[in-house]
C-alpha cells in the first residue's frame, strides 16, 4: 500500500520519502487532494558472473542453428516489406 503524500512533503521532506523508497516503501504524491503520480522504487538488479551463467547452461541440449532458423521461419513473417 503506498503512503500517500503532499506535493509539500514531497519538496520538504525528499530525503526521507527517499529512505523509504530504498526500503521498498511506494508513496502516492496528491496535489490538493487530487492523486498526481506515485514513486515506486526500482527493483535492484543483481550482477551474475559469467561461471554462473556458464555454469547454469552447462547440462543444456546444444542448438542446431540452421534448425533453428528454420523453426523461426516457419512460425514468424520476417519480411521487410511493408504489409497492406
Same mark, same amino acid.
Given at each position: ?6 506535493? &509539500?512533503?514531497?519538496? #520538504? ?6 529512505? +523509504?523508497? @530504498?526500503? +521498498?516503501? *511506494? %508513496?502516492?504524491? /496528491?496535489? #490538493? ?13 543483481? %550482477?551474475? /558472473?559469467?561461471?554462473?551463467? /556458464? +555454469?547454469? %547452461?552447462?547440462?543444456? =541440449? &546444444?542448438?542446431? =542453428?540452421? !534448425? %533453428? &532458423?528454420? @523453426?523461426? @521461419? *516457419?512460425?514468424? @513473417? !520476417? &519480411? ?5
Amino acid at each position: 500500500m503506498a503512503h500517500e503524500i503532499t506535493q &509539500r512533503e514531497l519538496r #520538504n521532506d525528499s530525503g526521507e520519502i527517499m529512505r +523509504g523508497l @530504498d526500503r +521498498g516503501e *511506494s %508513496f502516492l504524491v /496528491t496535489r #490538493n487532494g487530487v492523486p498526481v503520480g506515485e514513486l515506486i522504487p526500482l527493483r535492484r538488479r543483481r %550482477f551474475v /558472473t559469467a561461471d554462473v551463467i /556458464t +555454469g547454469a %547452461f552447462a547440462g543444456a =541440449p &546444444r542448438l542446431d =542453428p540452421e !534448425q %533453428f &532458423r528454420r @523453426d523461426v @521461419d *516457419s512460425l514468424l @513473417d !520476417q &519480411r521487410p516489406d511493408p504489409r497492406a
